[in-house]
């Protein structure tokens, strides 16, 4: 098992930026790649972010390319998202999850609110 506990959502003008930690504790961090994801209001969930276990690789949504980027800090077992040039769009509620060698997202966090005013 593996707890992800999301921070640092909140309220922001467009153009600004947020930083999200998400700490993990359980089974050994560094197993896992690691992803952020979020949810939009009244939208599905979708995949914002991704890094490998030792965070030499990342990948990204399309719409986050260039302002957004995942990090990993193996000794202090998080993971962070930082975002910059925030648009509205971005509006959502945040999550970190942990993917296995299965090649899934087992487990997640609770998430954290996101939100960019206008």
């Known amino acids: 098992q593996v707890q992800l506990v999301e921070s640092g959502g909140g309220l922001v003008q467009a153009g600004g930026s947020l930083r999200l930690s998400c700490a993990a504790s359980g089974r050994t961090f560094s197993n896992y790649d690691m992803g952020w994801f979020r949810q939009p209001p009244g939208k599905e969930r979708e995949f914002v972010a991704r890094c490998n276990w030792s965070g030499s690789f990342t990948t990204y949504a399309e719409s986050v390319k260039g302002r957004f980027a995942i990090s990993r800090d193996n000794a202090k077992n998080a993971v962070y998202l930082q975002m910059n040039n925030l648009k509205p769009e971005d509006t959502a509620v945040y999550y970190c999850?942990?993917?296995?060698?299965?090649?899934?997202?087992?487990?997640w966090g609770q998430g954290t609110q996101v939100t960019v005013s206008s």
């Open positions: 999850a942990a993917r296995t060698a299965a090649r899934q997202y087992a487990y």
